[in-house]
T-cell receptor
């Protein structure tokens, strides 16, 4: 069964450093998403991406964040200068259509020291 | 703006007992509704969804949910739980007319703790 994959599973970084979180969505899916879950809190929407551009972004997704689909398979989330409060689990998701169910990856736990 | 309320942060239940996890939503437009499950140290897995049609929706692992538009609820039920159902359960809503992509708005989650 096809699945969304994410690498790395755990990333530790120093405050101020740049990180790139990688995702490989399901191959025939066209819509891509990033969510995050701060420990003990609910899952929050960050950004959606379709047709090589951002469709919608939340207030959390400020200028420090960017997304890219550099090739036909990967979907990345970059945080330019990490802050302590960026520590969270980051989930990538994809769907075949905008209104269809979203399939989630296992997540990347980001720890900012 | 949409919101989802899961009033119960934790629901302890004995094995083979029935369970109901409550979910209420707030939205000014029609919505899609979802329940996701998160097992320890894993990602989110879709349990079931309501898009349209019958208000009683059946999902995986014996779970079902009923959409009640008048009460803006989408409670999750299982007639007999197993130890393996111990997990965090998230209710989520998506705007029916959200445009090209429909972001999911999640509730705070309910930890279902099944005891032997």
């Amino acid at each position: 069964e096809p699945e969304v994959t994410q690498t790395p599973s755990h990333q530790v970084t120093q405050m101020g450093q740049e990180v790139i979180l990688r995702c490989v969505p399901i191959s025939n899916h066209l819509y891509f998403y990033w969510y995050r879950q701060i420990l003990g809190q609910k899952v929050e929407f960050l950004v959606s991406f379709y047709n090589n551009e951002i469709s919608e972004k939340s207030e959390i997704f400020d200028d420090q964040f960017s997304v890219e689909r550099p090739d036909g398979s990967n979907f990345t989330l970059k945080i330019r200068s990490t802050k302590l409060e960026d520590s969270a689990m980051y989930f990538c998701a994809s769907s075949i259509a905008g209104y269809n169910e979203q399939f989630f990856g296992p997540g990347t736990r980001l720890t900012v020291l | 703006a949409q919101s989802v309320t899961q009033l119960d942060s934790q629901v302890p239940v004995f094995e083979e007992a029935p369970v109901e996890l409550r979910c209420n939503y707030s939205s000014s437009v029609s919505v899609y509704l979802f329940w996701y499950v998160q097992y320890p140290n894993q990602g989110l897995q879709l349990l079931l969804k309501y898009l349209s049609g019958s208000t009683l929706v059946k999902g995986i692992n014996g779970f079902e949910a009923e959409f009640n538009k008048s009460q803006t609820s989408f409670h999750l039920r299982k007639p007999s739980v197993h130890i393996s159902d111990t997990a965090e359960y998230f209710c989520a809503v998506s705007d029916l007319y959200g445009g090209a992509t429909n972001k999911l708005i999640f509730g705070t989650g309910t930890l279902l703790a099944v005891q032997p």
